[in-house]
């Protein structure tokens, strides 16, 4: 099963920045669009920022725009969500995933079997 390996959360203050990783050796990455979701504690899961295959086409959801840019590196089969001025509600398990190449407008129809174990997020107030 392929699996993400994400990374680079943590604990920062209210303002902060943080830079997640997401990377795969067993998918053909260039393939596919990519996305980060974020679930917060009852809530559901939702689509934070996608990126096509080729990473010329973004999207992000209206609560973080201005604040993350979502790039990769296919290369590196590597996957980024920079997150500046973070704020308290950003607080989240942050999970990426591969979607379809016409998907990432939207951040719809994630492929749900390549889920990792995500990376934590904390913004404290």
């Known amino acids: 099963q392929v699996q993400m390996v994400e990374s680079g959360g943590g604990l920062v203050q209210e303002g902060g920045s943080l830079t997640l990783s997401c990377t795969t050796s067993e998918l053909t990455f260039d393939d596919f669009a990519m996305g980060w979701f974020r679930q917060a504690p009852g809530k559901e899961r939702e689509g934070v920022s996608c990126i096509s295959h080729n990473g010329r086409r973004t999207y992000y959801t209206d609560s973080v725009k201005g604040r993350f840019t979502i790039s990769r590196d296919n290369a590196k089969s590597t996957l980024y969500l920079q997150m500046n001025s973070l704020k308290p509600e950003d607080t989240a398990m942050y999970y990426c995933?591969?979607?379809?190449?016409?998907?990432?407008?939207?951040?719809?129809?994630?492929?749900?079997?390549?889920w990792g174990q995500g990376t934590q997020v904390t913004v404290s107030s």
């Open positions: 995933t591969a979607l379809p190449r016409s998907s990432y407008d939207g951040c719809s129809n994630p492929f749900n079997y390549y």
